[in-house]
């Protein structure tokens, strides 16, 4: 399974970006599909996770209310509304085998590479 991300950029705060990443290959093994960042310093976090089903949605307390995770079969997307500083980060869109989305990295079995959002003050 490959994982293919896009969007990101650069933003000043409060505005929006939004991030798209598609599963090619043998997609019917994936389950769950999400979102983790890495912000320098920082260890990998679990933004946003969701379901092939999408009846399990799964989002960090820092993101709740701003972002929203969506599916599309093979393909997650995650809307990215009123940004904050310290929303900067690498984005990294990760996929498992595993039903339900988990905030625990390693149970992620897939990988893309990263996209770099900077939020601007």
């Known amino acids: 399974v490959q994982l293919q991300a896009s969007g990101g950029g650069l933003v000043q705060a409060g505005g929006s970006l939004s991030l798209s990443c598609a599963a090619s290959g043998r997609t019917f093994s994936v389950y769950a599909m999400g979102w983790f960042r890495q912000a320098p310093g920082k260890e990998r976090e679990l933004v946003a996770a969701?379901?092939?089903?999408?009846?399990s949605i799964y989002y960090a307390d820092s993101v709740k209310g701003r972002f929203t995770i969506s599916r599309d079969n093979a393909k997650v997307n995650l809307q990215m509304n009123s940004l904050k500083p310290e929303d900067t980060a690498v984005y990294y869109c990760?996929?498992?085998?595993?039903?339900?989305?988990?905030?625990?990295?390693?149970?992620?079995?897939?990988w893309g590479l990263g996209t770099l959002v900077t939020v601007s003050s």
């Open positions: 969701i379901n092939w089903g999408t009846s």
């Open positions: 990760a996929a498992t085998r595993k039903y339900n989305p988990s905030p625990r990295q390693y149970e992620y079995d897939y």
